[in-house]
């Protein structure tokens, strides 16, 4: 079944920009979204299709995906986008990636 | 406004079933895909299952609870369901409701998740 593959954690110092990783096989091909769930919280949409942003959702939230790899980026960042961040895509059933705990030094 | 509400979470033992139910307020229920998607504790997302809207093959499950979970819907009550039978510690975790939206399966609105531990 397909993988996809995040990096346990990632640490910025706050105003600097955090790139998240996700890899899977041939993931470009795919459409990815992307999740942020705080702490004690349910998940919340953040990047659909790869790179757009649901209304409401900061311009510093941004998506790439190409090859192997999409990238969510976060410029600016801030104490509050401290959480656990999922990528997520459709194959022939519903995949997560493991979830990265974004850390705010 | 979305509203998900889940209910039916708590306290079974091993072997044991749950019904749980999720409310869906705010938009055309009957028109849009809804889901269950649970979390371990302390670890990440898992899908579940998936219900359509509409005709030909219409439910979906992870291979860990195939078998064992049944998803239906009520569309005159705008309430999701998810009936778990067969019950194991694995299944421990919080259960959360999950609309989906108008692209490509991907979960634009959530509910605040319902508990549901297996335990002796």
């Known amino acids: 079944s397909y993988v996809l593959t995040q990096p346990p954690s990632v640490s910025v110092a706050p105003g600097k920009t955090a790139r998240i990783t996700c890899g899977g096989d041939?993931?470009?091909?795919?459409?990815v979204h992307w999740y942020q769930q705080r702490p004690g919280q349910a998940p919340i949409l953040i990047i659909y299709?790869?790179?757009d942003r649901p209304s409401g959702i900061p311009e510093r939230f941004s998506g790439s995906n190409s090859g192997r790899t999409a990238t969510l980026t976060i410029g600016r960042v801030e104490a509050g986008d401290e959480a656990d961040y999922y990528c997520?895509?459709?194959?022939?059933?519903?995949?997560f990636g493991g979830g990265t705990k974004l850390t705010v030094l | 406004e979305v509203k998900l509400l889940e209910s039916g979470g708590g306290l079974v033992q091993p072997g044991g079933s749950l019904r749980l139910s999720c409310e869906a307020s705010?938009?055309?229920?009957?028109?849009?895909?809804m889901n269950w998607v649970r979390q371990a504790p302390g670890k990440g997302l898992e899908w579940v299952s998936t219900?359509?809207?509409?005709?030909?093959?219409?439910?979906f499950y992870g291979d860990s609870v195939k078998g064992r979970f049944t998803i239906s819907r009520d569309n005159s009550k705008s309430t999701l369901y998810l009936q778990m039978n067969s019950l194991t510690g694995e299944d421990t975790g919080v259960y959360y409701c999950?609309?989906?939206?108008?692209?490509?399966?991907?979960?634009?609105?959530w509910g605040q998740g319902t508990l549901v531990t297996v335990s002796s």
């Open positions: 997520q895509v459709y194959t022939d059933h519903v995949v």
């Open positions: 705010g938009f055309s229920f009957s028109s849009y895909a």
């Open positions: 041939n993931i470009g091909r795919q459409s």
């Open positions: 299709y790869n790179s």
């Open positions: 219900i359509n809207s509409i005709g030909g093959i219409r439910e």
């Open positions: 999950a609309k989906r939206g108008n692209g490509y399966y991907e979960f634009d609105s």
